[in-house]
């Protein structure tokens, strides 16, 4: 994986925003998987000043919490819609969220993945990070090799989205995200350096679902200074940075 070390938030929304606009420079339509959470909100609010044509662009999303309608405020398709989707002209057939409100929950799952599929696959899936290491839903302990599914939340997690939180949640798995063809994970703020330490550095293991990404060709990992703070090898990464376009990455 490449680590990127910017130095604070809005560095690490404008690097990311300008890996998006080359994904944009060379397909005019492509699939793009979104994650929710606040650290990709300045990326989005990039995307959407961006002028970019996304009226051809296939969207999915990582997970959705279980029993909520698409207009709850708590949904995750809802927080996507009013800090993406609307406004960004993609027609309503281009974009298949996840539906946490369905009954049979497997069955969305097992039509989701039938709707990658079909799509051809993701070009850039958005990851965000999750304090206990985990990427979308899936918690410490999933399978490095799993597909989309109903997922039980862990305690770390229900503690950080507060009460009244649902406890399930519907996520592509492991194996599913390992298949986009690049990924793009953020994370800024010192309450993640320790994450990021352990996805970057630690071992591959599922006890950190988000070290996983040391298994794919084409995974970035953006973060700010404070994110970075745990990282022994920080001063690599920086050294990488300002001499890439020696090599002409
Ligand atoms: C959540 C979501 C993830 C998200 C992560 C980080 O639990 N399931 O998809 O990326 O945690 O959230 P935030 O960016 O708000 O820190």
């Given at each position: 994986m490449e680590v990127i070390i910017r130095p604070d938030a809005d560095a690490v929304a404008a690097t990311a925003m300008d890996f998006v606009g080359r994904l944009y420079a060379r397909k005019a339509?492509?699939?793009?998987?979104?994650?929710?959470?606040?650290?990709?909100?300045?990326?989005y609010a990039l995307m959407r000043a961006s002028g970019l044509d996304f009226s051809r662009t296939r969207f999915f999303n990582l997970d959705e919490l279980v029993g909520l309608g698409a207009a709850d405020p708590k949904s995750f398709r809802r927080f996507l819609r009013?800090?993406?989707?609307?406004?960004?002209g993609a027609p309503d057939g281009n974009i298949r969220l996840l539906d946490g409100s369905l009954q049979d929950l497997e069955a969305e799952a097992e039509a989701y993945e039938a709707a990658l599929k079909a799509a051809g696959g993701i070009d850039l899936q958005v990851l965000g990070l999750g304090r206990n290491g985990h990427i979308g839903f899936n918690e410490p302990g999933s399978s490095l090799g799993s597909r989309t599914r109903p997922k039980t939340l862990d305690r770390d997690t229900l503690a950080d989205y507060g009460e009244g939180t649902p406890?399930?949640?519907i996520t592509m798995g492991i194996g599913t995200i390992?298949?986009?063809?690049?990924?793009?994970?953020?994370?800024?703020g010192e309450a993640k350096a320790e994450a990021v330490r352990?996805?970057?550095?630690?071992?591959?293991?599922?006890?950190?679902?988000?070290?996983?990404?040391?298994?794919?060709?084409?995974?970035?990992?953006?973060?700010?200074?404070?994110?970075?703070?745990?990282?022994?090898?920080?001063?690599?990464?920086?050294?990488?940075?300002?001499?890439?376009?020696?090599?002409?990455?």
């Open positions: 339509d492509p699939v793009v998987g979104l994650a929710t959470g606040k650290t990709p909100l300045k990326l009013d800090n993406l989707l609307d406004g960004l406890r399930f949640s390992l298949e986009a063809r690049s990924l793009l994970m953020l994370a800024t352990r996805i970057a550095e630690g071992p591959l293991t599922s006890e950190t679902p988000g070290s996983a990404l040391q298994l794919h060709p084409r995974a970035r990992l953006i973060v700010d200074e404070a994110a970075a703070a745990r990282l022994a090898r920080g001063d690599y990464w920086r050294w990488v940075w300002q001499n890439k376009w020696r090599v002409g990455q």
